[in-house]
């Protein structure tokens, strides 16, 4: 075998869907069915596991540090509600479709904004766009409904068979459907020679150009596509909640998001998935214990996932899974957090 | 035209505000290349340490300033040995989120103790008022303000340039390894300069509480105006941070009085502006380190 096809079929063998993949999802399905009470809650977790999704294309893939991921949220989350209100699209698909695109326009143009300069350069452009959209939605009032935020918005039934209910059952399976749509294109761009092409820039952008990938060309559309994600996340918010006001744009929102991503593992695409269900329960544990301070203990984990080091708590908590891997399937470690050294 | 001058004295009122509490950031975040996001969180605590001891035990005004410096100081250097050193060498995420752990747990806890209102610091009836000045309103309480950062700028760029200890932060900052080969205790340097400039920002916090506000929210709402300084401005002298504090300032008074409905669209323009056209600041060096 040479060595170009060999490298062709290892990273066909990753692209393969695994069974452990299969359960994860037969699992959420499964959850559904489980709890029918909980549809609201559920809803939330597969919002932040899409959104989560998203941020992980440019961090986990592509080594971009994000501050002000909530910016395309908001575009997403605004322009759904604003479409609903006005009557524009009233179709919920085409409309979540739409948001996306609205996002994705907006994060292909602050793309170059973003590409240049370094770590510290992005961090404060990303953080400023996003607060310069809070502001400017605060602004203009007259349009968004400043701190009110946009009231009265109705959402019509999905593809004009299903209504929204109040249980959110609906939601939660329209979310769901959303998010595993979503994430087969994902993982489809992933395991593809861009994809393969974003983590060697990701892990070292030098070697990457000298190897004759246009490494800015790469970084822009990754960006943008992760825009579309997050446009498409914030649209679902809006679509599902039938709310949309400023804090769409709140700091705070990225900062949670990063905390996801991180709890999740960076750099696979199921670390956003695990992330946002892991998230969502310690929220309800600490707001259970002190429902007011509950940020505190958010900080808390934070502080000490980086003191532990993200990939020694990666590998202490797959320990167990993987030995019982190692005595049923004889094999070696099958669970393993790809990370890289730097992202 | 009076009003024109009024402005432009709360601007650098507010600018040399911003630029005592900053300057800590700057050496962290400019010359360590540390992204500390939790710097406000200093500040603040100094802010609360003021507020309790002139409020609740009575202290004079300029007795709780100084006690801001040293207990900020002190939080800064336990943080520091404790926490922050290990995370010089790690990724800027890491450094980001740690950071960010920080700033919530801080908000959550000062929310925690003394409540979510904001706080006032009772400051003396000498400081109150304006005076006038051939016409042009100056207040008192900000002219203080002007003297005391005024003073501390000039303290300041007296140490880095002219004593022992700012040639050997200098020489740390440059090059670290080479300073640790002839005998200058890296690590101790970063932390008296750590604390030094945590200290500052406890003093920032306390004269602003009068300006700014003081609530438990305070990291997170100033974090953006302290990042723009130590950017905008660049790492290669204190002189770019001042200048860009001043900016700042004047720019941000100037707009929410002319252009008050913009509200702070105009800061965060001028910001993403600047670093498109110069990613390393104003007055940033060409190299980054």
Known sequence: MT???????HARQHGRWHWSEAACWILALACALMFPSRYLIMTEVVRLALFALSLDLILGYAGIVSLGHAAFFGVGAYSAGLMALHGLVTEPVGALVLSGLVAMALGFVTSFLVIRGADLTRLMVTLGIALLLEALAERFSDITGGTDGLQGIEIEPILGL?????????GFFYSLAVLFVLFLLARRIVHSPFGLSLRAIRNNPLRAAAIGIPVNRRLIA?????AFYAGVAGALFTQTTALASLDVFAFERSADLMLVLVIGGTGYLYGGLIGAVVFRMLQEVFSTLTPQYWQFWIGLVLVVIVMVGRQRLHRWVLWAPNLIIRQFGGRKAVVAVPESEAP | MTSLFTNLFDGVAYGMLLFVLACGLAVTLGLMN????????????GGYVCAVLVNQQGWPFFAGLPLAFVASALIGVVLERLLYRHLYSRSHLDQVLFSIGLVFMSVAAVDYVMGSSRVFIKIPAALEGQIDFFGVGIGRYRLMIIVICGLLTAGLQLVLARTRFGSRLRAAVDDPRAASGLGINVPQVFALTFAFGCGLAGLGGALSAEVLGLDPYFPLKFMIYFLIVVTVGGSSSITGPFL????????????KYYVPKLGPFVIYTIMIVILIWRPNGLFGRVNTR
């Not at chain 1, 299903?162 to 609906?170: E, Y």
């Not at chain 2, 860009?244 to 707009?255: N, T």
């Open chain 1, 3 to 9: 060595a170009q096809a060999e490298v062709g079929y």
């Open chain 1, 162 to 170: 299903f209504g929204f209910d109040m249980f959110g059952k609906v």
């Open chain 1, 222 to 226: 990754v960006y943008t596509l992760a």
């Open chain 2, 34 to 45: 540390f992204v500390n996001l939790a710097h406000g969180a200093f500040a603040m605590a």
């Open chain 2, 244 to 255: 860009a504090s001043l900016l700042l300032g004047i720019a941000d008074v100037a707009g």
